[in-house]
T-cell receptor, first 109, second 116 residues
């Protein structure tokens, strides 16, 4: 079973920030939070990952709460091409990923 | 270009006819894995390989075989396909599983298999 829970779906207006929440209340100390996305039926694409500190790259920002029980993926300026299913995964190095159903993000014009 | 390739991309076959889906990566990755994706069930891991000649079962290995004779290739074999193996299949690879560096998984484009 997935160790994370995410909302089934979300909408976001084009050009606005998309904030996707993820709950991982049972995460252990050595488990990272990974985010992937899958556009239509393409192969999942890595977005970002983090352990404790907030992370940012060219695609997104990852905000992890201090107690590490939840996190938020932020797409700062969502475009129509960001419409996809977003997966939040908690896993340690050497541990296989478990993909849950994810959040279906629809970016609306 | 760094990539994971799968062949074929689409395949329609009949029950019992052995088939192989190939997966190849050009990134010198040690870890490779196969997933299947079905509506409402998400991605489920079939088999994975930590390195050459090292393979292990994932969550749904029944009806599948794999081999890892070379680092770059990780074929998925269905000895006797059945209709319940109709699915979308993804191969993935990552640099060094369990290392201190990122073990970002790179996914192939997928193979859509239909077993009649």
């Amino acid at each position: 079973d997935a160790k994370t829970t995410q909302p089934t779906s979300m909408d976001c207006a084009e050009g606005r920030a998309a904030n996707l929440p993820c709950n991982h209340s049972t995460i252990s100390g050595n488990e990272y939070v990974y985010w992937y996305r899958q556009i239509h039926s393409q192969g999942p694409q890595y977005i970002i990952h983090g352990l404790k500190n907030n992370e940012t790259n060219e695609m997104a920002s990852l905000i992890i709460t201090e107690d590490r029980k939840s996190s938020t993926l932020i797409l700062p300026h969502a475009t129509l091409r960001d419409t996809a299913v977003y997966y939040c995964i908690a896993a340690s190095y050497g541990q296989n990923f478990v993909f849950g159903p994810g959040t279906r993000l629809s970016v609306l014009p | 270009e760094a990539q994971v390739t799968q062949n074929p991309r689409y395949l329609i076959t009949v029950t019992g006819k052995k088939l192989t889906v190939t997966c190849s990566q050009n990134m010198n990755h040690e870890y490779m894995s196969w997933y299947r994706q079905d509506p409402g069930l998400g991605l489920r891991q079939i088999y994975y390989s930590m390195n050459v000649e090292v393979t292990d079962k994932g969550d749904v290995p029944e009806g599948y075989k794999v081999s890892r004779k070379e680092k770059r290739n990780f074929p998925l074999i269905l000895e006797s396909p059945s209709p319940n193996q109709t699915s979308l299949y993804f191969c993935a690879s990552s640099l060094v599983y369990g290392s201190s560096s990122t073990d970002t998984q790179y996914f192939g484009p997928g193979t859509r298999l239909t077993v009649l």
